[in-house]
């Protein structure tokens, strides 16, 4: 990929060490907590688009 990252760090995912490389709405996270962080807001839309309570 050619988009460079604004800044190189550790993930904002408290307790996880991994190198920061994706922006979430979470924060600056690893890949694998971004992955997490995907997965869980698309189980979270399904249920408010399904209107499950
Ligand atoms: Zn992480």
Redesign the pocket.
């Known amino acids: 990929m050619s988009l460079e990252p604004a800044r190189v760090g550790e993930?904002d995912?408290p307790f996880?060490e991994?190198a920061a490389e994706t922006i979430t709405p979470n924060g600056y996270?690893?890949s694998?907590?971004a992955a997490k962080i995907a997965v869980a807001s698309e189980q979270a839309h399904e249920r408010d688009t399904r209107g499950e309570r």
């Open positions: 993930c995912t996880c991994g996270v690893c694998s907590c």
